[in-house]
């Protein structure tokens, strides 16, 4: 009787070496802007006439979700489910004349991933030193290198999933609270299910993520026509 098959194959640790360009440079600039909106919007003063002076607050006991000098209310939600109408047809329209641009360039995971492989690179070397490091057997510069790793990107799970938090309250006596051990509950939970939620999917599971669990890679070839630019081998050209 033949053995039975595992449903999934085992991960392949994957080393890329690191590349320069006009496209890398292009993902560089957007990774910063993009952290720099997530965690620097907190921390923005903003005067209101009435409600906290926090640029960005979701305030939930209130209900009330203050943007700038924008307002939004719960009966407000068709706001949102036209939002995101407008979003999925801009990712429709982009990705049927570009490509896969928002996987590459925009989704979280590859913005987190990216700072995740960022920190390795630096910390254990170059794809060859990397590949060396892996095969070698377990030893002291083993042990540091990647011990340091997983430190590095535990620190930045730990800053996203707090970053995070911050939306939903003043963030500086969030903050305050937080290292005090004053803050509510929830603000510990959230951080904790954010921060061990990044590290995996950004530190440990990376690829598969987009293999098995994103839904936009599973309908992702049906917006696809003839004339898409995409990566992919020219048979008519040949070898």
Partial sequence: MSEAQPLYEARIPIHPRSV?????NLKTGILLLAYGVFFGLPWIRWEREY???QAVLFDIPAREFHIFDLVV?????FWLA???VLAA???FFVTGVAGRVFCGYFCFQTLWTDVFMWLERKIQGERPARLRLAKQP???EKFLKYGLTHLSWLLVAFSTGLGFVL???SAPTIVADFFTGQAVYA???TTGILTATTYTFAGLAREQVCTFMCPYARFQSVMFDRDTMIVSYDEARGE
């Fill in 20 to 24: 320069k360009g006009r496209f890398r």
């Fill in 51 to 53: 409600g906290p002076n």
């Fill in 73 to 77: 209310y719960p009966q407000n939600i």
């Fill in 82 to 84: 036209g939002f995101l």
């Fill in 89 to 91: 047809l801009l990712l």
């Fill in 138 to 140: 377990w030893n002291g």
């Fill in 167 to 169: 939306y939903w309250g």
């Fill in 187 to 189: 603000a510990y939970v």
